[in-house]
């Protein structure tokens, strides 16, 4: 694949990408020197505009929400862990909301321990992605950082938590993890390590990563990111009729 990336690469002038991380992957490791074209994965403003907060009883548990198509296992695997591991010990528990495709049967046979857990199968992503990130107060998005796509990529879920205001967690060593804690709106983590059941036991905390990534959220300004969308948007098209 490196190898035909190369070729590809060395023919040409400009680069559309979603995230800034493949520019500089691209820069780095074929010695890229053309224009960058960025367009990210924002969703739709018309999809979240009435997005609207699940009214919370004082005994519900905060809930971490892992919203997509179940894979990376190992992730996973590290999120159901480290649930089970804080749950034994604190008297605030912390409940799973998993949403999406994927075998079914594989999620479940990691659900061994005590965490309380609620799996919807797939959905239909404008109908009804307001309603499943109502159900959760935290966004899980760690993947594998020894995978180049993942370190560089920018996924849905960034922007979901932005335009929800619902913290995210996410890997250390990955251009999302620069993103998110250049904005404060979240926390990152090293896989299959104590980071995220510290995470957890530090949410209850006045000036925790969590309290402080909610009133960062609240801040952010939603439109402006929606007209810098309109922009990459207007100067992709631009750029690719010149091409053609």
């Known amino acids: 694949v490196r190898f035909f990336e190369n070729m590809l690469i060395k023919r040409c002038s400009k680069l559309l990408v979603s995230s800034l991380g493949f520019y500089d992957f ?3 490791t074929y010695n890229f020197k053309g224009k ?6 924002i969703p739709r403003k018309a999809i ?7 009214e919370k009883s004082k005994k519900e548990n905060i809930k971490v929400g892992y919203v997509g198509i179940v894979r990376y296992l190992d992730s996973l695997k590290y999120l159901v862990s480290s649930l089970d ?3 034994l010990k604190s008297s605030n528990k912390i ?9 079914k049967s594989v999620f479940e046979a990691i659900m061994t321990g005590s965490t309380n857990y609620e799996y919807e199968d797939q959905f239909e992503y404008k109908k009804d992605i307001c309603r499943l990130y109502s159900k959760v107060d935290i966004i899980y998005a760690v993947y594998d950082s020894n995978d180049y796509n993942c370190c560089v990529a920018m996924p849905n879920k960034f922007y ?8 995210i967690i996410v890997a250390k060593g990955t251009y999302l993890s620069k993103r998110v804690e250049e904005l404060g709106v979240g926390i990152s983590v090293n896989i299959n390590s ?5 995470a957890f036991g530090q949410i209850e905390d006045k000036n925790s990563w969590y309290n402080v990534a909610k009133m960062r959220l609240k801040e952010y300004d939603i439109d402006n ?10 100067r992709a098209i631009w750029i690719i009729n010149l091409l053609i």
């Open 26 to 28: 691209y820069k780095k």
């Open 36 to 41: 960058c074209v960025l367009v990210e994965n």
């Open 48 to 54: 979240f505009q009435n997005f609207s907060e699940h």
């Open 85 to 87: 591991m804080f749950n």
């Open 95 to 103: 409940d799973l909301f998993v949403a999406g495709g994927g075998d």
């Open 160 to 167: 979901e938590s932005l335009v929800t205001g619902k913290p």
């Open 194 to 198: 104590p980071d995220l059941v510290k």
């Open 225 to 234: 990111l929606h007209e810098q969308y309109k922009k990459q948007l207007i």
